[in-house]
């Protein structure tokens, strides 16, 4: 079954860190792109991170040198995380995985990440 699990939230303090998880099921993902995204309440999903499928690695700037994407593929799946360290009380939010290059694969369930000032 395709699909896309996020885990890995949860309630830290400012200047933690924590490590997110995405387990993308289907070998589907093995060749794509695959992105972090982020909703703060009453916005729009925003990327905050994307890894190609070679690797290459590229973030929004309020996240750069504090977030880290990586990504590990198997043969039917892609695990992906993303390590958040120096948090800060904005980074509050859901955050998603997705494949950008696949739109129809639905949104997972997101992980909350709450950082208390």
């Known amino acids: 079954q395709v699909q896309l699990v996020e885990s890995g939230g949860g309630l830290v303090h400012a200047g933690g860190s924590l490590r997110l998880s995405c387990a993308a099921s289907?070998?589907?993902?093995?060749?794509?792109?695959m992105g972090w995204y982020r909703q703060f309440p009453g916005k729009r999903r925003e990327m905050v991170a994307l890894i190609t499928s070679g690797g290459r690695t590229n973030y929004v700037d309020s996240v750069k040198g504090r977030f880290t994407i990586s990504r590990d593929n198997a043969e039917n799946r892609v695990t992906m995380y993303l390590q958040m360290n120096s948090l800060k009380a904005e980074d509050t939010a859901v955050y998603y995985c997705?494949?950008?290059?696949?739109?129809?694969?639905?949104w997972g369930p997101g992980t909350q990440v709450t950082v208390s000032s």
């Open positions: 997705k494949a950008p290059g696949i739109p129809t694969i639905p």
């Open positions: 289907g070998s589907i993902f093995t060749g794509e792109d």
